[in-house]
């Protein structure tokens, strides 16, 4: 298998290729605006740019003014700049979350080219909608986090690798690019694995060549600037906070050798694959069965499959393992999961095909059932349920999201319609379907959603139980996100008990707590307010004042 073989010969693909890219706007933009900073990861990523946008420091991140270098600033800097030209239309969280949208249409475009070098003309296209279809990357591809940003980074240097082939000092210059956003985003994960990728594609006879060393040279010094200017001015800053952030935040959370908890199982991400990666996973696995030895030793097959186990030895190997982190695995997938359409049996085709119509179709009257109990009462039981998940929710018709949900429902059947037969059919149905789930569940429900999971009321209804004059607000067990939405919300500063460097003697507290256990300060402190998000039946927050006031 090889570029050429597969991109000659080609047939006329059964959509276009404008239409693609306006059903990844539709997959891009539901849920970028419209609800606050979510718990836990956008809470606390917000309140690092939103503290980035008062201070202007760009060298060390700052959490409600506190340093929290956990990962390098690129994705606050670009939020950051993002909010400050959207911010008039939006509001700042809104217009900062619009980062996440561009990086995944940069993500979608890097993908593509890695595609077209690899297999061939009319190929990009099916691997966008191969990324599209899985099902683990929808809802975090929406959130404002960094993982966004990696993504990107992860896409660009797969597509540096594919473009070395036919121009190595081009594709290295994609591959360091890559390589320092990925770098930028998340530390030294990015770095690490295309660092192992490249010293093993000399195994196969392509990479073995003077191109592909001009490659690696011309790789290292477009990464050069993104690996050195950064982490030099935060050493010239403070040796203390790099050490932090090299020790603790890359090598302590991946060796497991800090207290971010226990060590996570080596199958973690084995075991979430058959459903995070749906429908990507199983057409990889079929496009390797029938590969012969020679195809996978080829580069369309070699480099995506060498990708994908590295990324995935490296990540079980870590000490630190969430879904979240997964989201690099996706792209190799897709990439191997690209040539299945051509060799895929009619009776699977059709079986994927068919799965993707009428779950979507059982989706559609489940959502529209749904948004029928919760705005208009119809029927009233379940609309008291939904109430009761979600005290608070202001419930009435809205014809904007209405409208909105009826496009995306018309628009979903039309283009089912309009499918002509082919090899594609099932992919572009499958992404199709999942971008109306998405879409439907994001502009009909977003706001009965954000009830639960913002901090907002919460944080407006402790404001009425502070007394009107009150020197400052000490915390106990108060976590980054809801340090950050008190700070944005009611520009609230807390000072932690459990860091040294920020105590002070307040006179008042507040504690984070859970329902069925209060923790009760030493000394004369008298409770003033306890409260939670809506519908949280476990967390509770609870103030206290000092009642020896002299």
């Known amino acids: 298998m090889t570029?050429?073989?597969?991109?000659?010969?080609?047939?006329?693909?059964?959509?276009?290729l404008l239409w693609i890219w306006v059903l990844a706007a539709a997959w891009i933009l539901p849920g970028l605006i419209g609800h606050d900073p979510w718990?836990?990861?956008?809470?606390?990523?917000?309140?690092?740019?939103?503290?980035?946008?008062?201070?202007?420091?760009?060298?060390?991140?700052?959490?409600?003014?506190?340093?929290?270098?956990?990962?390098?600033?690129?994705?606050?800097?670009?939020?950051?700049?993002?909010?400050?030209?959207?911010s008039p239309l939006l509001p700042l969280h809104d217009a900062a979350r619009l980062t996440t949208g561009l990086?995944?249409?940069?993500?979608?475009?890097?993908?593509?080219?890695?595609?077209?070098?690899?297999?061939?003309t009319y190929h990009g296209r099916l691997t966008v909608l191969m990324l599209m279809g899985c099902v683990g990357i929808v809802i975090r591809s929406h959130q404002l986090i960094t993982d966004m940003s990696l993504l990107t980074g992860f896409a660009a240097g797969?597509?540096?690798?594919?473009?070395?082939?036919?121009?190595?000092?081009?594709?290295?210059?994609?591959?360091?690019?890559?390589?320092?956003?990925?770098?930028?985003?998340?530390?030294?994960?990015?770095?690490?694995?295309?660092g192992i990728v490249a010293a093993l594609l000399p195994l196969y006879p392509a990479w073995r060549n003077r191109g592909y060393l001009l490659c690696l040279a011309v790789a290292a010094l477009a990464c050069a600037p993104w690996l050195l200017i950064w982490p030099l001015a935060l050493y010239d800053r403070s040796p203390a906070l790099f050490d932090e952030w090299l020790w603790v935040n890359n090598f302590g959370r991946f060796l497991g050798t800090n207290e971010f908890g226990p060590p996570a199982d080596t199958a973690h991400y084995l075991r979430i694959l058959p459903w995070y990666a749906l429908p990507a996973l199983p057409l990889a696995a079929w496009t390797l069965w029938r590969a012969r030895l020679r195809d996978v030793l080829a580069p369309p097959l070699a480099l995506p499959l060498t990708g994908f186990v590295v990324i995935l030895v490296v990540l079980s190997l870590s000490a630190d393992a969430r879904e979240l982190y997964a989201l690099p695995l996706m792209l190799p997938l897709a990439l191997l999961a690209t040539p299945a359409t051509d060799t895929l049996r009619r009776g699977t085709a059709n079986l994927m095909y068919w799965f993707s119509v009428m779950g979507g179709g059982f989706f559609v009257i489940v959502a529209w059932f749904y948004w029928s109990a919760l705005e208009l009462s119809l029927p009233q039981r379940l609309h008291d349920h939904l109430l009761d998940l979600q005290p608070g929710y202001a419930t009435g018709f809205k014809w904007l999201p209405f409208t909105l949900g009826v496009l995306y429902t018309v628009g979903w059947i039309?283009?089912?319609?309009?499918?002509?037969?082919?090899?594609?059919?099932?992919?572009?149905?499958?992404?199709?379907?999942?971008?109306?789930?998405?879409?439907?569940?994001?502009?009909?429900?977003?706001?009965?959603?954000?009830?639960?999971?913002s901090y907002r009321s919460m944080i407006a209804d402790m404001q009425k139980a502070l007394p009107p004059k009150y020197q400052c607000i000490a915390s106990h067990n108060l976590?980054?996100?809801?340090?950050?939405?008190?700070?944005?919300?009611?520009?609230?500063?807390?000072?932690?008990?459990?860091?040294?460097e920020r105590q002070r003697d307040c006179d008042l507290m507040l504690v984070h707590g859970v329902a069925s256990e209060e923790y009760v300060p030493l000394g004369p402190w008298e409770?003033?307010?306890?409260?939670?998000?809506?519908?949280?039946?476990?967390?509770?927050?609870?103030?206290?004042?000092?009642t020896d006031i002299n």
């Open 414 to 453: 039309v283009l089912l319609l309009r499918l002509k037969k082919s090899r594609e059919r099932p992919v572009i149905a499958w992404a199709a379907s999942m971008t109306m789930v998405w879409g439907l569940l994001a502009i009909l429900f977003v706001g009965w959603i954000d009830t639960g999971k």
């Open 3 to 16: 570029p050429s073989a597969t991109g000659q010969g080609a047939a006329q693909p059964p959509i276009a």
């Open 103 to 120: 990086y995944m249409a940069l993500t979608f475009a890097f993908i593509a080219g890695a595609a077209r070098e690899l297999y061939g």
């Open 39 to 86: 718990k836990p990861d956008e809470a606390y990523t917000f309140g690092l740019v939103y503290d980035l946008l008062q201070r202007g420091d760009w060298v060390v991140p700052m959490l409600a003014q506190e340093p929290f270098i956990e990962k390098p600033p690129l994705f606050y800097l670009s939020a950051a700049a993002i909010a400050s030209i959207f």
């Open 479 to 500: 976590g980054e996100p809801q340090r950050a939405m008190l700070h944005y919300f009611a520009n609230i500063i807390t000072f932690r008990l459990d860091n040294p």
């Open 527 to 546: 409770k003033i307010w306890e409260g939670a998000r809506p519908g949280d039946n476990v967390e509770r927050y609870r103030l206290y004042q000092h």
């Open 158 to 194: 797969f597509y540096g690798f594919a473009l070395a082939l036919r121009r190595p000092a081009r594709g290295g210059f994609w591959l360091g690019i890559g390589v320092g956003i990925g770098f930028m985003s998340k530390g030294l994960l990015a770095p690490g694995v295309f």
